[in-house]
């Protein structure tokens, strides 16, 4: 049956996509078993499973549960090689991805600083190029913060992606759980720094919020979170499901022209959305307000996805028209922080 979105020979863009979750699970086991990573799995399948965001995962906390066991899996320069070129060379012969960025944070792949941080961004460089030489695509790190890090571990990430900003970093980002033991919301503001020094450097910034809060009773302090993230001044924004409920928010990110990454059936999985019909209303939402999206995967493997099945779902809920789902594709391709120049020439 024809994909109701795309031809086969479409290309398609990939911006928001964690390394974390964007291995399959095959080449995790091998990589835990390469390196002697004793993992909490006797059997093969077992462990498949325990790496797949099924319904019903416990929200963030459960998905960032799953990341921890693959983050330390993916936590050598091999892995992390053999990780980041796997995502882009898959991404291209499964999808036709012909722009794609991975994100993923340094400092929870060099085991507690037992590894240098340095080694671990020069081997997704080397990654990325290594991948560029044999597909035609055109592909970008970008470098993630974390909001339970200290200021001066997230400034030293930032200091890697501007290190590496010619050799394959093109943004930085910031997730993760908060502080343990906080509440929403969380004081974006005080990246202000840290987002100015990236964007003098010519990186792109997109940071994640408002994934959270659309069925708790009070959403104002997810509202207050993404305020903050919008007067930042960012590219993008890794979610911004939340903008659905505050016309106020909606019409500023609007304004501003923030593009927003949404992730369809990882909101689903995680929680974030109720189900089909709540997703169908929030994106229909959000376009109708003049917010301008784009569409990912969060983590194809990880998630249990695919990019070309995350514009599909949409089309068939008709929360986006065939029409509005190519247009998001092309934008994907347009606002993606990685450049022709940044990968290949000739």
């Known amino acids: 049956m024809p994909n109701p979105v795309f031809d086969d020979g479409d290309q398609l863009a990939e911006v928001h996509a964690h390394l974390g979750g964007g291995v399959d699970a095959a080449s995790m086991w091998e990589l835990a078993h390469e390196q002697g990573i004793k993992v909490p799995f006797d059997d093969y399948w077992d462990f498949a499973a ?13 998905l960032d549960s799953v990341y921890q066991l693959t983050e330390l899996i993916q936590s050598s320069p091999e892995a992390v090689f053999r990780s980041v070129y796997g995502m882009l060379a898959g991404g291209y012969r499964s999808q036709r991805i012909t722009t794609h960025e991975v ?18 961004v020069l081997a997704a460089a080397h990654a990325v190029d290594r991948a560029v030489l044999e597909y035609p695509i055109r592909a970008g790190i970008v470098l993630m913060m974390d909001r339970a890090f200290a200021p001066e571990l997230n400034a030293a990430i930032v200091e890697r992606a501007i290190r590496f900003r010619n050799r394959g970093v093109v943004g930085i980002d910031i997730g993760g759980p908060r502080p343990r033991g906080s509440a929403p919301p969380y004081r974006y503001s005080d990246l202000r720094p840290l987002v100015e020094r990236a964007r003098a450097a010519g990186l792109g910034v997109t940071l994640h919020a408002g994934e959270e809060g659309l069925g708790v009773a009070d959403p104002s302090p997810y509202v207050d979170e993404m305020q903050q993230v919008v007067e930042l001044g960012v590219d993008r924004i890794g979610h911004g499901i939340i903008a659905a409920l505050d016309a106020r928010l909606l019409a500023r990110v609007a304004e501003a022209g923030i593009v927003l990454e949404l992730c369809p059936t990882s909101n689903l999985r995680t929680g974030a959305v109720r189900d089909e019909t709540q997703l169908a209303e929030v994106v229909f939402d959000l376009q109708s307000g003049g917010a301008q999206i784009v569409v990912a995967t969060d ?16 089309v068939r809920l008709g929360a986006l028209t065939r029409e509005q789902a190519r247009e998001a594709n092309a934008r994907a391709h347009e606002v993606a922080f990685v450049k022709p120049l940044d990968w290949a020439a000739g």
């Open 50 to 62: 325990a790496t797949n965001v099924h319904g019903g995962t416990a929200g963030l906390a459960g």
């Open 103 to 120: 994100r993923f944070n340094p400092a929870k792949r060099n085991r507690g600083g037992e590894r240098d941080l340095d080694a671990i």
């Open 299 to 314: 983590g194809p493997e990880m998630i249990g996805t695919r990019l070309r099945q995350e514009h599909a779902r949409l």
